[in-house]
T-cell receptor, first 112, second 113 residues
Framework: DTAVSQTPKYLVTQMGNDKSIKCEQN?????MYWYKQDSKKFLKIMFS???????INETVPNRFSPKSPDKAHLNLHINSLELGDSAVYFC???????????FGPGTRLTVT | QQQVKQSPQSLIVQKGGISIINCAYE??????FPWYQQFPGKGPALLIA?????SEKKEGRFTISFNKSAKQFSLHIMDSQPGDSATYFC????????????FGKGTSLLVTP
């Protein structure tokens, strides 16, 4: 069974569109994260959710919004997509107050 | 700003050799230091991690050395194999930042046969 899954794996869209990436974890973890990996492979935290509450909100544009319908899911909504949003987005999860984070397979977003 | 600095950017090691990757940090609130391995097209996979109350941790061929006073830690891969060829990331986190991982820029390791 896949521990952390993301859909879709690839997403190609035009500038100005709105898109969502879904993430699900079956590890029973209480905290989930979104990371962005740029073209130079640099990984940077975007958001994390703990028990459905946002506990980190890094300096990302407000066009990005995380939505957590329950503690097993953390979706990422992106409005008015820009060329610079092209990257690989990774979802991760960990136990509350734990440190071991497990990553999903990533979603490669390409904005044209 | 880059909170964790990683070197070298790339590394070529012969099969059977030792691969060494170094990281340094400034934030003394960091209290968890993991290493991740990433293959092309895959997500980062947790390899090994250490907390500052120990100076070394070994798991199989992978060893983390930690120097709290110097604020440095390193990954040693013994008997490196071609299958170890991947990108390696060090990271650091603290409760103050909600355990978000602050990553180094990564090291691309190539192990030649």
């Amino acid at each position: 069974d896949t521990a952390v899954s993301q859909t879709p794996k690839y997403l190609v869209t035009q500038m100005g569109n709105d898109k969502s990436i879904k993430c699900e974890q079956n590890l029973g973890h209480d905290t989930m994260y979104w990371y962005k990996q740029d073209s130079k492979k640099f990984l940077k935290i975007m958001f994390s959710y703990n028990n459905k509450e946002l506990i980190i909100n890094e300096t990302v544009p407000n066009r990005f919004s995380p939505k957590s319908p329950d503690k097993a899911h953390l979706n990422l909504h992106i409005n008015s997509l820009e060329l610079g949003d092209s990257a690989v987005y990774f979802c991760a999860s960990s136990q509350e107050r734990g440190y071991e984070q497990y990553f999903g397979p990533g979603t490669r977003l390409t904005v044209t | 700003q880059q909170q964790v600095k990683q070197s070298p950017q790339s590394l070529i090691v012969q099969k059977g050799g030792i691969s060494i990757i170094n990281c340094a940090y400034e934030n003394t609130a960091f209290d968890y230091f993991p290493w991740y391995q990433q293959f092309p097209g895959k997500g980062p996979a947790l390899l090994i991690a250490i907390r500052p109350d120990v100076s070394e941790k070994k798991e199989g061929r992978f060893t983390i050395s930690f120097n709290k006073s110097a604020k440095q830690f390193s990954l040693h891969i013994m008997d490196s194999q071609p299958g170890d060829s991947a990108t390696y990331f060090c990271a650091a986190s603290s409760p103050n930042s909600g355990y978000a991982l602050n990553f180094g820029k990564g090291t691309s390791l190539l192990v030649t046969p």
